[in-house]
DNA sequence: AATATTTCTAAGCACTTGCTTAGTTTTAGA
DNA sequence: TCTAAAACTAAGCAAGTGCTTAGAAATATT
């Protein structure tokens, strides 16, 4: 009864993604979403709603991405281990995938620290509790350790994340290595 | 001969800082600009050539204000403890200065990480090689350490430093106390 | 008091922003 | 083969961007 659509949703998705994510929400323009995906706005519009509603398929789809890496973090079962190839693992993804920068999720909840955008606000306040939560579980496989010192010590590595896929967009492979491992002699 | 300024160039550039430092660059407009110094466009034209130039201006405003902790800093002869004491200082000035988040440089350096603008990431790629080089020369002053774990501390602390600033513009203040503490835990 | 010189106001420049819409093209079902 | 419904193109909207400018207002000197 009538057209079909003429592009694969999930392809220009992820090429919308891929922007969003070098270039961050605010810098990146609906021009060049219609360059770097390949359709038209009303095409984009139609199929996402808003440059909003792209975003946040994107970040939806980011999360899809790094989901096998989460998976195996919960999974593992040697404790603070896991977390240390976590971090290894949260480095290597965005130089496998094509050398971007640093994690998509923490530049954005950097972008969004202070606006006023309630959604994409909530949903990054939701993600990093995700990982504190996780953090928490495999510090606590160690017996040894009271409560407070767990607390404490999933403080740390929440701020050592969130701080290494800040820092991880402007420094190399050798001061990264270097920090991970020193991060880890801590505990 | 003429008629004079009505307004006080030190006072309406710290507002624009202050703008400047709760929102980034690209976020800051010059109408924002406008109301938040009480003056018009064209005094600000007047005054400081350009939106970047006012940013640069404003950007050496920051410095003079967290000079007197940088110079606390280089003039201390505690080693490691001084960087330590410095980590303290840096998540203080902008809580006492205003409630601003995070380190306006660093914000400063995140925001133009991976731009275009050649003037920016030199002033910041300078400012970040000193901070290193100060860490190194503290690090030094243990005599006990070889220059390779030198090197590799002044690594970590560097990331440490700007991860912690980054961090500090979402993170509270027992989150960031656990951080730094934990930090120099091993060094 | 008159004047020369600077400051200031406010309108406007060309360009970019997110988004819409009128009108054309395509195509599956009758 | 005709037609109705969806997909597409491209032009355009109002609002916001950095910056400029013509003209009014103010004031230190003569």
New interface residues.
């Given amino acids: 009864m009538a057209r079909s659509k003429q592009y694969n949703e999930q392809e220009v998705l992820e090429k919308a993604m891929s922007l969003f994510w070098?270039n961050g929400y605010?810098?990146t323009s609906v021009r060049m979403l219609e360059k770097e995906m390949g359709i038209n706005q009303f095409s984009i519009y139609a199929s996402f709603g808003s440059k909003q509603g792209l975003f946040l398929e994107s970040l939806k789809c980011y999360k899809s991405k790094v989901n096998c890496m989460f998976e195996k973090f919960k999974n593992s079962t040697n404790g603070i281990n896991d977390i240390k190839d976590f971090f290894y693992d949260s480095v290597q993804v965005p130089i496998e995938v094509g050398n971007y920068?640093g994690c998509f999720l923490t530049n954005t909840?950097?972008e969004f620290?202070?606006a006023e955008d309630q959604i994409i606000n909530t949903q990054m306040v939701e993600f990093m509790g995700g990982i504190k939560q996780l953090f928490i579980e495999k510090i606590r496989s160690d017996k040894s350790k009271d409560e407070q010192t767990v607390l404490?010590?999933a403080?740390?590595l929440?701020?050592?994340k969130?701080?290494?896929a800040?820092?991880s967009?402007?420094?190399d492979k050798?001061?990264?290595e270097?920090?991970i491992e020193?991060?880890f002699?801590?505990?």
Same sequence: chains 1, 2.
């Fill in positions: 070098r605010e810098n920068k909840y950097n620290a202070e404490k010590q403080n740390y929440l701020l050592a969130h701080g290494l800040a820092a967009r402007v420094n050798q001061e990264i270097d920090y020193l991060t002699k801590n505990l």
